[in-house]
């Protein structure tokens, strides 16, 4: 491999519409500047940070330089980013609340099960919602299947296949050899099967993130038209209110268990004082705080392009 072969493939950080227009010139700088020797580390992570910002920027995310339509497909991938994060904190949140109806508490004991219901029917309506939005961008996807080869194709969802078909064999693993365990309320979950466990969790969050990044990268792809993006824009909306109440029936949850059972959250003992606020939960918390940010900057770049696009004066025609 040339030494301007390597050179060009530091450059891979930035957005192909930048490397066609910038990418030649700053390959012959970094020639010019270090020779045959190697780029230093800092001029590496000075390329990196600078062409991250530069594909945020060319996708919509941020800044007003791209097109409204890009902006509103950046703005609802946010959202959609936002989804995949609150999807890892319910698995989470679903295996460690799964026997909660034993602290079912004397005082208000409707108000779990009302937080429990609603967080419930906000998962089904988001399912919906992403349900609509596939169907929205269908006609779109298959117009690039049939333009695209095979083989280009397969390189955009290799990874995404690959990690979902190890993550769901771990998982067939871990559940028939849970199975084979059977239940018993004395006996103790094996340490094997409790890293065995842990792992598998960690390959399910490895294929729901690299799924994520397919989709954005697929997204981006998709030559939608204006009407499609921005019904896809009113969708992402609606998203970020069915996580803001994913978030609200979690929390109340929490905060009811808090106040009438405090050891169903620690040791599972009956009575057992422990901490109100484990790592657990602490760590589920702050995952869905990250996705409410994300979700709500998405929600208010989709509102404020939209509202510019709708106060744009129509132009003038003259006979």
């Not at 000075?46 to 991250?52: F, T």
């Not at 990250?290 to 744009?312: D, N, S, Y």
Request: with cysteine.
């Amino acid at each position: 491999m040339g030494r301007g072969t390597v050179r060009r493939s530091n450059l891979k950080w930035y957005p192909r519409s930048w490397r066609d227009r910038y990418g030649e010139d700053l390959a012959m700088f970094l020639q010019d500047r270090y020779g045959t020797g190697p780029i230093p580390m800092s001029a590496r992570v000075s390329m990196v940070w600078s062409g991250s910002t530069e594909r945020l920027r060319a996708g919509g995310i941020f800044g007003t330089s791209a097109d409204a339509d890009t902006r509103i497909r950046g703005a609802s991938l946010l959202v959609l980013c936002a989804w995949g994060l609150f999807v890892v904190a319910g698995i989470a949140f679903a295996s460690y609340s799964q026997h909660w109806p034993i602290t079912m508490p004397r005082t208000h004991p409707w108000l779990p099960v009302a937080a429990m219901g609603a967080a419930q029917i906000a998962v089904t309506t988001g399912v919906l919602i992403l349900m609509v939005a596939g169907l929205l961008v269908l006609p779109a996807l298959v117009h690039l299947l049939r333009s695209e080869s095979w083989r280009s194709m397969w390189a955009l969802v290799r990874a995404a296949v690959i990690s979902a078909t190890v993550a769901g064999a771990a998982s067939v693993v871990i559940i028939a050899w849970n199975h084979h365990l059977g239940p018993s309320p004395t006996a103790t979950t094996p340490s094997a099967l409790r890293a065995a466990s842990a792992v598998g969790g960690l390959l399910v969050v490895g294929a729901l993130a690299a799924s994520s990044v397919t989709a954005v990268a697929i997204v981006y792809r998709l030559d939608l038209s204006h009407r499609v993006t921005h019904l896809l824009g009113v969708l992402a909306m609606a998203m970020a209110g069915v996580l803001f109440v994913i978030f609200a029936g979690a929390m109340t949850w929490w905060m009811t268990l808090v106040v009438h059972e405090p050891w169903f959250l620690g040791s599972l003992v009956p009575r057992y004082q422990s901490a109100p606020a484990p790592l657990a939960v602490i760590m589920l918390g702050l995952v869905m705080v990250i996705g409410l940010v994300l979700a709500g900057v998405g929600t208010a770049r989709i509102a404020m392009v939209m509202g510019r696009t709708r106060k744009a004066p129509t132009p003038t025609r003259y006979c």
